[in-house]
């Protein structure tokens, strides 16, 4: 079984700061994917940006980019520009190919992500 | 519109009583789940349908049983109802199992006094 760890219960930036929320994660699978998820207070759980565990690029959506380290088993989420709106629950996902993914997304405990105007 | 959609957001309800909670996908998307988060947060898969077939059953009492009538559609009833199932039940589904993300409705807050 995989884990998925967050080690950051909370975390808190200035606006337009750059903050980084750290993940670990333990596998014995090859391929896999991974994903950061954010819940703001709406309760609405948004797909922020995937990694794919074959590609060696680091995934990167707009403000938000992701440090990839297969080895390491790392996946940490860099906020370039914090803004108000980024102030949330921040998860970290994985999902095994294994089974079929099947056993559906394996969550971190989260990170609350506070941004200080 | 909206492409995970559960109802009802919030269900409040006596303990001993049964409850569904439906969930509807308008992606096409062949798999779909049902996630439980608890109060600290965490987010736990309860079941996994694809195409219809009960992929994976995770310990949860057999008090939850997941149904779909067709792709687009998976509820979750919920028998005699225990303090402790108090929680935010979220439905999601992907387009292929676990290869791509999931999307995820807006969740259902159950409170059970």
């Known amino acids: 079984a995989q884990t998925v760890t967050q080690s950051q219960p909370e975390m808190s930036v200035q606006e337009a700061e750059t903050v980084t929320l750290s993940c670990t994660y333990d596998?014995?699978?090859?391929?896999?994917?991974l994903f950061w998820y954010k819940q703001p207070p709406s309760r609405q759980m948004i797909l922020v940006i995937r990694?794919?565990?074959?590609?060696?690029q680091n995934a990167t959506e707009n403000r938000f980019s992701v440090n990839f380290q297969k080895a390491a088993k790392s996946f940490s989420l860099k906020i370039s520009d914090s803004q108000l709106g980024d102030a949330a629950m921040y998860f970290c996902a994985f999902i095994g190919y294994s089974g079929g993914g099947a056993d559906g997304l394996t969550f971190g405990k989260g990170t609350h992500l506070i941004i200080q105007p | 519109d909206t492409a995970v959609s559960q109802t009802p957001k919030y269900l409040v309800t006596q303990m001993g009583n049964d409850k569904s909670i439906k969930c509807e996908q308008n992606l096409g998307h062949d798999t779909m789940y049902w996630y439980k988060q608890d109060s600290k947060k965490f987010l736990k898969i309860m079941f996994s349908y694809n195409n219809k077939e009960l992929i994976i059953n995770e310990t949860v009492p057999n008090r939850f049983s997941p149904k779909s009538p067709d792709k687009a559609h998976l509820n979750l009833h919920i028998n005699s109802l225990e303090l402790g199932d108090s929680a935010v039940y979220f439905c999601?589904?992907?387009?292929?199992?676990?290869?791509?993300?999931?999307?995820f409705g807006q969740g259902t807050r159950l409170t059970v006094v």
């Open positions: 596998t014995s699978e090859s391929d896999y994917y």
């Open positions: 999601a589904s992907s387009q292929v199992m676990g290869h791509t993300e999931a999307f």
């Open positions: 990694q794919e565990a074959y590609k060696q």
